[in-house]
């Protein structure tokens, strides 16, 4: 099985070469420029280097979200032009899940917060067992309810294990709360070559996957919650 997958919901931009299971190229670009100027060449340039053209992909993968309202929309738009062109199935990953993909299998008393800086004093966030286990659905908080939803949601605080963007800030809350945590030495973006191995461990018959929608979870004009957990 051969995929491309690309992710464009953040700062940063990253696209990756899966085929039966050995990244074969992956490209990434955190120097914060346009997505909508950077993604297609990144994107061509990669599929070149790994020797790739789009009759011998089985499927595209892309991060649905949440992140930038505008870095989830040109990743989405970009993908299902590309789906639609070749005719392949077109698969969708959230940022939050890939992020957790980052991190080792924590022991049976750790968890992972997957977590990125919403700004507007909020959070994007979801709490995993394993990249595989979610324990909550993804959703946005702000940063005065975050040490209640905590307290309230974990009261035998486990460890935590924090990956992504909004880490260092949850960290001053459990620093203060008297929480064990640790931030691994990985990236805090959403990282393609991630994205393959979720997909393929969901099975090899990408046409049954579910229609790809963006998560954004907040109005990108007002700042309004669509998704929340109430502590």
């Not at 053209?53 to 993968?61: R, T």
């Not at 974990?154 to 945590?181: C, H, M, N, Q």
Request: charged share 20%; glycine share 6%; aromatic share 8%.
């Amino acid at each position: 099985m051969n995929l491309l997958a690309f992710d464009a919901a953040t700062t940063s931009c990253s696209v990756a070469c899966w085929s039966d299971g050995i990244i074969t190229e992956e490209y990434i670009d955190c120097s914060k420029k346009q997505q909508a100027e950077i993604l297609i060449p990144m994107i061509l340039r990669t599929m070149e280097k790994a020797k790739f053209n789009f009759s011998s992909l089985n499927g595209i993968a892309v991060t649905v979200g949440p992140g930038s309202f505008t870095g989830v929309r040109i990743g989405l738009a970009t993908a299902r032009g590309l789906a639609l062109a070749s005719e392949l199935p077109l698969i969708g990953v959230t940022t939050l899940q890939t992020l957790a993909a980052a991190v080792s299998k924590p022991k049976s008393d750790e968890i992972i917060a997957a977590t990125l800086d919403a700004r507007r004093n909020q959070l994007y966030i979801q709490i995993f067992w394993n990249a595989e286990k979610p324990l909550s659905d993804p959703f946005v908080i702000s940063l005065d309810n975050l040490p209640t939803y905590l307290s309230s949601k974990f009261p035998e605080k486990p460890r935590i294990t924090l990956v992504g963007s909004g880490s260092t800030i949850i960290a001053e809350f459990l620093y203060k709360l008297d929480w064990r945590f640790t931030i691994p030495d990985v990236p805090h973006y959403p990282q393609a070559n991630l994205i393959t191995k979720i997909v393929a461990k969901r099975g090899r018959n990408l046409r049954e996957q579910t229609t790809v929608r963006p998560l954004y979870l907040r109005n990108p004009s007002i700042g309004r919650e669509h998704k929340t957990v109430k502590p």
